[in-house]
T-cell receptor, first 112, second 117 residues
């Protein structure tokens, strides 16, 4: 079992839909959680960064962490064609090695 | 604007040739990283450096070498020993974990796509 699991998709939704992207993990030491957006032929761009459990909102994006279930989510409201990209989750443990472990990414397609 | 600059954007390697990928950051970050991204495989860590003149191997260091002579720069050399170098290479940097602020997220450059001639 990989430390971080992420469905590769593709996930295809109509414009305006609410999108839910998810990752599960097995390492209970993970405390820091990140979501990145990667457009084709570009580097990943940091979207959300959260510590421990709870929700964080930034515009149309909401990151949710449920440490008891080892499950994190990224919600995108009012999705736009410009949101079409690959979304990577990443997480790291406090103390020791702080190098994050990345999911493989979920491809999202928002069609007009 | 602060950021990470990778060059060149595209690079071609001949058999038996070493090639060097450049990575420069002006974010004043202590830590820098090199990843390789292959379709369907996610990001794999090649090397990382937490401080000038020091670096550690990642998960797939064989066939690669790095140097960290300046805080701003972390070049990656893909040697002829790397038999399957075709991939998208990403450089990242982050602030070192600090007291009270914990782990800091990585910021990425826009990558170099390396292909075999």
């Amino acid at each position: 079992q990989k430390e971080v699991e992420q469905d590769p998709g593709p996930l295809s939704v109509p414009e305006g839909a609410i999108v839910s992207l998810n990752c599960t993990y097995s390492n209970s030491a993970f405390q820091y959680f990140m979501w990145y957006r990667q457009y084709s032929r570009k580097g990943p761009e940091l979207l959300m960064y959260t510590y421990s459990s709870g929700n964080k909102e930034d515009g149309r994006f909401t990151a949710q962490v449920d440490k008891s279930s080892k499950y994190i989510s990224l919600f995108i409201r009012d999705s736009q064609p410009s949101d079409s990209a690959t979304y990577l989750c990443a997480m790291s443990a406090a103390g020791g090695s702080y190098i994050p472990t990345f999911g493989r990414g979920t491809s999202l397609i928002v069609h007009p | 604007d602060g950021g990470i600059t990778q060059s060149p954007k595209y690079l071609f390697r001949k058999e038996g040739q070493n090639v060097t990928l450049s990575c420069e950051q002006n974010l004043n970050h202590d830590a820098m990283y090199w990843y390789r991204q292959d379709p369907g495989q996610g990001l794999r860590l090649i090397y990382y450096s937490q401080i000038v003149n020091d670096f550690q191997k990642g998960d797939i260091a064989e066939g690669y070498s790095v140097s960290r002579e300046k805080k701003e720069s972390f070049p990656l050399t893909v040697t002829s020993a790397q038999k399957n170098p075709t991939a998208f290479y990403l450089c990242a940097s982050s602030a070192a974990p600090g007291q009270g602020v914990g782990n800091q997220p990585q910021h990425f450059g826009d990558g170099t796509r390396l292909s075999i001639l």
